[in-house]
């Protein structure tokens, strides 16, 4: 099967940097996504890693490791507006190219 | 292009009723998938159809259903209504082939049952 893991909350002060981490076991997928979602809104599409390494956009930057299993979502210079669930997710490329998510994350920027 | 609509935003309802949520896709992708969300739970897979055809299903009951439209509009229905089902449904979009990494997801129907 597929599963992601991710931390369930994590907390930051404004102008720091935060890592908020995804470790996978599936089996074939087209790359690691990572969704936001503020509260009471849609999760809205935030960075996709097709290979390996770090893919920078502004302040967010994602990484992925195949090898390792593992991925995650860096935030630098948060802002209160930051303050969301963060959700990674894959496509498989098997099994009908199904969508599976992890559990989220809540990042709670504090002032 | 305008986004994923949903209709309708809100909705209540009473236990063993059944409803009906529709979803229409940015214009061009045919792969509309479901979604619900409780609070404090992540996004459970409800189901997703390209082209008019379910392809994939997630673990939801059979009181769960939904099909897809020529023009790639879809609906989701459930029947027999439970306090449980009272969650935010959201719908997503995707290009299937182009960008099948990415989701577009629509603004949700909040449905309450009681």
């Known amino acids: 099967g597929q599963s992601l893991e991710q931390p369930s909350e994590v907390t930051a002060v404004e102008g720091a940097i935060v890592q908020i981490n995804c470790t996978y076991q599936?089996?074939?997928?087209?790359?690691l996504s990572w969704y936001q979602q503020h509260d009471g809104g849609a999760p809205t599409f935030l960075s996709y890693?097709?290979?390996?390494g770090l893919e920078e956009t502004g302040r967010f930057s994602s990484f992925l490791s195949r090898s390792d299993s593992y991925g995650y979502l860096l935030l630098q210079e948060l802002q209160m507006k930051d303050s969301a669930s963060y959700f990674c997710?894959?496509?498989?490329?098997?099994?009908?190219?199904?969508?599976?998510f992890g559990s989220g994350t809540k990042l709670n920027v504090k002032p | 292009k305008a986004g994923v609509t949903q209709t309708p935003r809100y909705l209540i309802k009473t236990r063993g009723q059944q409803v009906t949520l529709s979803c229409s896709p940015i214009?061009?992708?045919?792969?509309v998938s479901w979604y619900q969300q409780t609070p404090g739970q992540g996004l459970q897979f409800l189901f997703e159809y390209f082209s008019e055809t379910q392809r994939n299903k997630g673990n939801f009951p059979g009181r769960f259903s939904g099909r897809q439209f020529s023009n790639s509009r879809s609906e989701m229905n459930v029947s027999t209504l439970e306090l449980g089902d009272s969650a935010l449904y959201l719908c997503?979009?995707?290009?299937?082939?182009?960008?099948?990494?990415?989701?577009?997801f629509g603004p949700g129907t909040r449905l309450t049952v009681t």
């Open positions: 214009s061009g992708h045919r792969s």
């Open positions: 890693n097709a290979l390996d």
């Open positions: 599936t089996s074939g997928f087209y790359g």
């Open positions: 997710a894959v496509r498989a490329l098997y099994n009908f190219n199904k969508f599976y």
């Open positions: 997503a979009s995707s290009l299937l082939g182009e960008s099948p990494y990415e989701q577009y």
